[in-house]
C-alpha cells in the first residue's frame, strides 16, 4: 500500500494522477517487464542501504538536518568526489538540509528539493540523492539516467510533466526541477503499487526499487525525443 508523508502529500499525489494517470499508466503497461528485468541488473543496494542508516541516524542527531560530512559521503558514493565543503559552510548546509527534511517530512516535496537553491555545486541530482536515500520506501533518486528512462512519460503527454536532467551523454529537457522531482515521486510511487499489487515477485519492492530499474534503462536511452 502506497505511503504518504501527510494529508497534504496524498492530496498532491492525487491531485498529479487525476491529470496524468493515463499517462503513467500507459508507460508502465508498455514498460513494466523491461523494469523487472532492468531491476535485476541494479548492484549498488548494499551501498544505498548503508547511506540510509547513515542519513538516519544524522537526521536524528541534528534536528532533522545533516552536516556536510554526510552530505558529502551521499556525493562520493553518487559522483566520486567530495567537493561541497569547497563551496559551503557548516551552517549554511545544516540549515538548509533541516528546512528541505522538514519540508519532505511534510509532504511538500517541491518545497524540499526547492532548498538546495542557494548552495552553490549542489545541483538537483546531488540534493534528490540526500533526500531520497533518507527512506527507500517512498522515495528515488531524481538523476539524469532515471528521469531519462521516463522521456517518453513527457511525450506521451505533451509536455515537459518530468523533467529530464542534464548527463554526461544525456540531453536535458529543461524545466522545472524541483516540481519534477515531485512528479516523479508521484510516478515512481503509482509503479511501485501496480507492481507490487500485479506480480508477487515484486510485492517487497520499494519506491527506490522502480528507480533503481530507471537508472539501468535510463543509462541504455541517452538520446533526445
Known amino acids: ?81 567530495k567537493t561541497i565543503s569547497k563551496y559551503n559552510d557548516e551552517d549554511t548546509i545544516l540549515r538548509k538540509t533541516k528546512v528541505a527534511f522538514d519540508n519532505l517530512k511534510l509532504g511538500r516535496l517541491k518545497e524540499a528539493a526547492e532548498e538546495r537553491d542557494g548552495l552553490p555545486h549542489v545541483g538537483p541530482a546531488r540534493a534528490t540523492k540526500l533526500l531520497a536515500l533518507s527512506d527507500q520506501k517512498i522515495y528515488g533518486i531524481y538523476d539524469a539516467r532515471a528521469s531519462n528512462a521516463l522521456r517518453e512519460v513527457n511525450y506521451l503527454a505533451g509536455q515537459i510533466i518530468i523533467p529530464v536532467l542534464p548527463g554526461r551523454t544525456i540531453t536535458g529537457t529543461g524545466g522545472n526541477h524541483a516540481l519534477g522531482f515531485e512528479n516523479f515521486t508521484w510516478a515512481l510511487r503509482f509503479m511501485a503499487e501496480s507492481f507490487s499489487t500485479e506480480y508477487p515477485e515484486c510485492k517487497a519492492w520499494r519506491v527506490a526499487d522502480v528507480e533503481m530499474a530507471l537508472f539501468i534503462l535510463g543509462r541504455r536511452s541517452a538520446s533526445p525525443r
Open 1 to 81: 500500500m502506497i505511503q504518504f508523508e501527510s494529508r497534504e502529500s496524498m492530496r498532491r499525489y492525487e491531485d498529479f494522477l487525476s491529470r496524468w494517470k493515463h499517462v503513467i499508466g500507459h508507460y508502465y503497461s508498455e514498460r513494466k517487464q523491461s523494469i523487472i528485468e532492468a531491476r535485476g541488473q541494479y548492484t549498488w543496494s548494499g551501498f544505498r542501504d548503508a547511506l540510509e542508516k547513515r542519513i538516519q541516524q544524522a537526521l536524528a542527531m541534528n534536528g532533522n538536518g545533516v552536516k556536510i560530512d554526510i552530505f558529502e559521503e551521499v556525493e562520493y558514493w553518487g559522483f566520486g568526489v
